[in-house]
Nanobody, 128 residues
């Protein structure tokens, strides 16, 4: 198993930036692909971005492309989500999740039901 802990959330004005971290402990972190998801008030949990085991492949939702960047540092067992040009509609609880299963089609990494391990989430609030 792997345990995930998110941090870095907070309150930021529109146009601002935040960097979220997802710290992992337990099994070898480099064996896991990692995704970020978010859930706004009264909304379903939506895919944000994902990154492969090595960090060589990433994929992002259209709503965050050009604004959010996902990276990882396996030496530190940490995945990051750099969020720039934040908008009020980015307000949500952000979760990181991990999975060891390999899918050739990156579509499957956008599905929350394909992930095995989840963190507790960190709140991001963007004021207008």
């Amino acid at each position: 198993q792997v345990q995930l802990v998110e941090s870095g959330g907070g309150l930021v004005p529109a146009g601002g930036s935040l960097r979220l971290s997802c710290a992992a402990s337990g099994r070898t972190f480099s064996n896991y692909a990692v995704g970020w998801f978010r859930q706004g008030p009264g909304k379903e949990r939506d895919f944000v971005a994902c990154i492969s085991w090595s960090g060589g492949n990433t994929y992002s939702a259209d709503s965050v492309k050009g604004r959010f960047t996902i990276t990882r540092d396996n030496a530190k067992n940490t995945v990051y989500l750099q969020m720039n040009s934040l908008k009020p509609e980015d307000t949500a609880v952000y979760y990181c999740a991990a999975v060891t299963t390999y899918y050739r089609d990156s579509y499957y990494y956008t599905r929350s039901d394909k992930y095995d391990y989840w963190g507790e989430g960190t709140q991001v609030t963007v004021s207008s």
